[in-house]
Structure formats: C-alpha cells, structure tokens
C-alpha cells in the first residue's frame, strides 16, 4: 500500500463490481465516477493491485499524449514534446503520483476537453463534447467544476461574433453535455430509491468538507512550498513561459489569445478551487502539473531554440534533484526488501489474518484497509472504508447516522466484537482524540488479546471467552425529509 485514499477507492471499486451503488454499501466523500474506473480495472483483471497501477500509468500518458498535441498546437512540436516528457516525470515524482489517484485520473477528460476546445473548430459537436468531458472530470474530483465554468465561458468569448441562433446552440449544446453524466449517475439511485444517500454522500458532505478550519493562506504557502520541492523546474518554466507570453501578446492572433487565455484561466480556476477549497494535501498538485508542463515546454523550448542548452540542463536538473532522490531511495528499499523476500506489510497482514480467519468472520483495520480486498471480507460498517473517518463528525452524520459522534462510532464498532482488530503502536487519527483512544484501548485491554506483531502491524484477536461471533452492524437510521445534517466542522482527514 502506498497510499490509503487508493485503498479506499479500490474498495469502493470492488464493492461496485459486487453490485453495489457508491455510499451506499462503502462510503467515502469522493464523488460517484472517481470509483468507476477502479471498478472496471478490477472487473477486467481481477483483484490485482498491479492493474490499479498500470491504470494510473495510463492515464499519466494519456495525459501526457494530449498535452503533446496541444503543446505542439500552441508553441511548435519542441515544445510539444518537451511538455508532454516533464507531464509524465512531473506527475510521476509528485506526492500521490505513484498510487492511482483521482487527480492522475480526471486529468485525462481535462486534456481532452482543453484539446478539443483549442484544437477544433467551436461548433454543436465540439460544444456537447467540451461538456461531456469536463462534466465527466468533475464526477471524478469535484473541485474541477470550476473547468466547467471557464469552458463555457471560453466557448461564449470565442464565438461571440457569429449569429445568435449558432451561439444558442453552442450553449445548448454544451449544457447537454454537461448535463449526461450527472444524469446518468443518478438514474440507478433514482431507480432504487437511494438517491437522498446520493445528495448527502457526493453534494453535502463535501461542501462541509471543504469548509474545514484551515485558511487559504495556510493552503497557499503548502501548495507553494509543494511547488518549490517536487515542480521547482517546470514551475520556473512556468515563470518563464508567462514573460514570453506578456512579451508576445501584442503579435498574437486572436485566435493565439483566446487559446493562450484559455490555458491560463485554467490553471487559475483549478489553483482557486485547491486554494480556497479547504485542506490542502500535496497530491492535489497533479492537478495543475499539466498546464505548468504545458507552459514550461513553451519556455524550454524557446531556450533551446536560441541555443541556450546549459540553462535549460542546469534548470532541470536542480528541480529534478530533490524528488528523484526521495523516489529512487523508495525503491532503493523496495528492491533491497524483495531481494531479501521480504512482502510488503499488507501483504503479510492479509496472508496471517486468510489463514486465522477462514470462516471471514468480521475484522477492525485502523490500518492497512487494503487488506479487506485482499482476504475478501468487509469493513465492519461504510463509515470506516475509510479509517479515518470515524474521527470525522462530519462524515459520520452523513455516513453513519444523525448525531452521531466519533466516541458514539467507536463504542458501536466495537460491541460487534470483530474477530481481529489491527492496528499500528501508534494510529494518529485517534490518538488525536483522547476520548475515543481510550474507548479503543479500554475495549482492547478487555475483550482482546495481542497475538501477532507483523512489522509494526499489531493484530489483536477476541478472547475465547467473548462472544463465539461478531454480531451484525445495526440498520442505518433513515432522517426524516428535510431533516439538515448537523455537520462538526474542522475534522481534517
């Protein structure tokens, strides 16, 4: 496991391959389409997390291809392919770029929409197709709706000169296209009479979520400081490309405008949307790698251009310098590990707990959750598909039950007696809250005892005179209609 927000989201995946809806069985506050190509890799190629990887690396190039094509659209196939070469060691050396994440999959309808909207002539077709794309992005990362508004926008401006009855329908168009996906998601919610747990799930718990006590000013300096460590290169270039850009704007067409215009709102509506859309996690950055990539292949390539090859080596190389070493000294350690035999931690923990728990009796992961997938059980409600939710007030209003609490969660856990529970000497997201951390450890002390430390994995087992088995999780309180969740604010994950 590389990182646990690809756990859940492949827990997810897995739990739609079963037939069911998001929220509904397995719960996070991602919107519904970020688990849908989790679930058709795992459909096609089964419970195998190199395929959750190889998905991931697709879309990087994918990515990457139409980053080339816009690159040499705009600036000339130099630039074209240097943009497209620091999109693919850019995202890949960022935090979250080696797990499969959602920004590494939205980035994908976003390149493709930008492509057609600066690559095609703006007609029906070209509109719907816009629409679709970036509505399809925002299924996967909310905060991406804002695309949504500079794509019609930009379809607005730039066909602003033709006839009203064409504009009309440039516009109709793309509100249809927009309008599908979120339709189409809905309708199997709508069908089974779920579609409350669909509003709650997708719309409200992350508003609330993005509502959470960190300032923007907080945001800023991690995503600048984020910036200065892992995109030290291609965010000069960005620099760089946007004095080129200033310096070159009175010779440029207007067609050159609009699409150069275009790609700066973009990178400007999605940096606003990381900004001022609550906490701030370094991943979040692969959002905008592509258009820094895009800018920065415009920069590079006019270096070179004017024969400057020794900047352009000593620029890349000093931004290279410090995100190289840390991924290389990860697999440094991974390879030296596998040279030994050693497995990985998770897949230690899941080989133990296959082998003692062959009736799959229901087990607590505070840690290492991807190993539900991989012995095939369950977590033991949807609140904890993700661990650390049960510290999230907001979250288990939604995904729990009105008022509930994290203290109230965990002592409900807990009276189902999971067969094991397993955690780490040190599980921060409750050791944040002394309350629930002693409920855990009180529960521990009594009714369990520890039988196993896998590298730093504690499994703790129930005592045999507890209960034979783990009784089954209550039924989910229904709110009565209207009833507003009372959301906790300030429960970062």
């Known amino acids: 496991m590389i ?3 690809e ?6 995946g897995q739990s739609l391959v079963d037939g069911h809806l998001p929220y509904v069985e397995l719960w996070d506050n991602k919107p519904p389409g970020a688990f849908v190509p989790f679930a058709l890799t795992i459909l096609l190629a089964g ?4 395929a959750i990887r190889l998905l991931g690396a697709a879309c990087v190039l994918a990515s990457a291809y139409l980053t080339f094509l816009i690159g040499r659209r705009l600036w000339g196939s130099r630039a074209g392919v240097l943009a497209a070469v620091m999109a693919v060691v850019f995202a890949s050396l960022a935090p979250g770029g080696q797990p499969t994440m959602t920004e590494t999959l939205a980035m994908v309808p976003v390149m493709a929409a930008l492509a057609i909207l600066i690559m095609c002539r703006h007609g029906a077709g070209t509109g719907f197709a816009a629409g679709l794309l970036l509505s399809l992005a925002t299924l996967v990362r909310t905060n991406l709706v804002c695309l949504l508004v500079v794509g019609g926008i930009d379809l607005l401006i730039r066909s602003a000169a033709r006839d009203r009855a064409r ?26 009479g779920t579609w409350r747990i669909l509003v709650e799930s997708a719309i409200v718990a ?31 270039g960005f620099l760089g490309g946007t004095v080129l850009a200033a310096r070159h704007w009175t010779t440029q067409v207007g067609p050159q405008r609009g699409q150069t215009l275009l790609l700066y709102a973009c990178v400007a509506a999605v940096t606003g949307s990381m900004i001022f859309g ?19 292949g415009h920069f590079y390539s006019t270096l070179l251009r004017h024969r400057h090859v020794r900047p352009v080596i000593v620029l890349l190389a000093v931004g290279l310098a410090f995100p190289a070493w840390v991924l ?13 035999g050693d497995q990985d931690v998770v897949y230690q923990l899941a080989d133990y707990l296959r082998a003692e728990n062959v009736r799959r009796e229901p087990i607590y992961l505070l840690d290492y959750h991807l190993v539900y997938w991989l012995t095939e059980t369950q977590p033991l409600s949807r609140v904890v598909t993700h661990p650390s939710n049960i510290v999230r007030e907001s979250v288990l209003e939604v995904a729990a039950a009105p008022g509930a609490t994290r203290e109230s969660e965990m002592t409900r856990l807990l009276e189902m007696h999971p067969l094991f529970i397993v955690k780490k000497a040190n599980t921060w997201y409750v050791d944040a809250h002394p309350e629930t951390k002693a409920i855990l450890e009180q529960a521990l002390g009594r009714d369990y005892e520890l039988v196993r430390n896998i590298r730093g994995a504690l499994v703790y087992k129930r005592k045999a005179d507890r209960l034979s088995e783990a009784r089954p ?10 009833a507003p969740p009372r959301f906790a604010r300030g429960q970062p994950r």
């Open 47 to 50: 419970r195998h997390i190199l």
């Open 328 to 340: 290389a000294a990860a697999y440094w350690d991974l390879g030296t590990k596998t040279l030994r």
């Open 7 to 12: 756990s859940t989201f492949i827990l997810v």
């Open 167 to 192: 504009v009309a329908r440039l516009v109709a168009s793309y509100a249809l296209g927009a309008l599908l996906p979120p339709v189409l998601v809905s309708a199997p919610y709508l069908v089974t």
């Open 206 to 236: 992350p508003l609330y979520y993005a509502d959470l006590e960190r300032g923007p000013g907080a945001a800023l300096g991690a995503l600048l400081a984020t910036l200065a460590q892992y995109h030290l290169a291609i965010f000069i």
């Open 473 to 482: 999780a209550p039924p989910l309180e229904v709110r009565a209609p209207g």
């Open 278 to 296: 609550g906490p701030f996690y370094r991943h979040y950055v692969i959002q905008i790698v592509v258009f820094l990539a895009l800018i920065s």
């Open 3 to 5: 990182d646990w927000d």
